[in-house]
């Protein structure tokens, strides 16, 4: 009975506290003055001027310090939310390409709350040999490739409603057209259509499986609604994109757990606490020792339990895993 009692409690907290980290955004801060930006990069390839995706992107200050990391996504687009004051430098890397930095600029005071840096990244030589060949990407018509743009210029404009007719019209062009259905689907979420957001980044996702932005809102919104199974895939690929996300982990690991994936999740709630910011996500403890529960391997849930209780010391539920390892440790 003992076994099921704690079962139950560390499934419940491991869901509540990974739901509502899930969705907590990243702030950052590197300066003094006053002021929050969003800071928006836009990566193309200089040889075809075609979106650069899945490179790393990072916010870096002039002295060489990374304020945070990101990938970009089908379009080429990454996003750094709730920048502080100060100056910054992007830095783009990836495979195939030679490491690009942009100009430094400042946010905060006068530069407003938005800012975008357009980047060119090289593809070194080999690499760019191989780009023009034409099997290495669909050729997207002129036509849907104009319309692409025209909503990326109003999205940018956050016209999300004239951004939403010109990503129509590209795919109405082009229905393969991956970024058209990603940028779609982040129009629909400032349009509060979570309906047809689904909807559009499940079909960017069909035809690019790696799509950073669909894999992340798709993930969320399948964990969410409780439906694990529909929401693993979704967030193994936004961890592959972010593996050191403590948050995504921490959600990725719960979702192996529910489906019956109790090696996996073991393997993925133990990388949690190396990571930045763990103790925002002590659950990962509960969900380590509901994966060792059964195991013979009493001592290490003991230690996982005593590690939750040091970094959530005041969580409502923290009575009850107190109880929970008063009675482990009387066995």
């Not at 400042?106 to 191989?130: C, D, F, K």
């Not at 393997?267 to 403890?285: C, E, G, M």
Request: charged share 20%; no cysteine; proline share 5%.
């Amino acid at each position: 009975m003992r076994s099921s009692r704690v079962s139950s409690l560390t499934l419940a907290l491991a869901f509540l506290s990974a739901a509502s980290a899930a969705q907590q955004p990243i702030t950052m801060s590197a300066g003094s003055s006053g002021g929050i930006t969003t800071i928006s990069v836009r990566v193309t390839y200089q040889q075809n001027h075609r979106p650069a995706s899945g490179l790393r992107v990072e916010l870096m200050s002039p002295r060489g310090g990374m304020a945070s990391m990101r990938t970009t996504d089908g379009n080429g687009g990454a996003t750094f939310d709730g920048v502080g004051g100060g100056r910054y430098q992007v830095q783009v890397t990836g495979p195939e390409i030679e490491t690009t930095k942009s100009e430094i600029f400042e946010t905060g005071g006068s530069q407003g709350p938005y800012i975008t840096e357009h980047i060119e990244v090289r593809l070194t030589q080999a690499a760019g040999a191989e780009a023009a060949h034409p099997a290495i990407a669909p050729i997207v018509p002129e036509a849907a490739l104009q319309e692409f743009n025209l909503g990326s210029k109003e999205m940018d404009k956050k016209h999300w409603d004239e951004a939403k007719d010109h990503f129509l019209k590209a795919i109405a062009a082009f229905p393969k057209y991956a970024e058209a259905f990603n940028n779609l689907g982040q129009v629909e979420i400032q349009l509060k259509d979570g309906k047809n957001a689904v909807e559009a980044f499940r079909s960017a996702t069909q035809i690019e499986p790696t799509l950073q932005q669909a894999n992340l809102y798709l993930g969320q919104f399948y964990y969410e609604n409780i439906q694990y199974k529909e929401a693993e895939p979704y967030l193994l690929h936004a961890a592959a994109d972010q593996p050191k996300s403590a948050k995504l982990l921490t959600a990725l690991a719960n979702t192996e757990i529910q489906n019956g994936e109790s090696d996996l999740a073991l393997a993925n709630a133990r990388k949690v606490p190396s990571l930045p910011d763990h103790k925002q996500f002590a659950i990962s403890h509960l969900i380590v020792a509901q994966a060792l529960t059964g195991k013979g391997k009493d001592d290490e849930i003991a230690k996982e339990y005593e590690e939750y209780l040091k970094e959530a010391p005041d969580s409502p539920l923290a009575p009850r895993v107190k109880d929970a390892l008063a009675k482990l440790k009387s066995k």
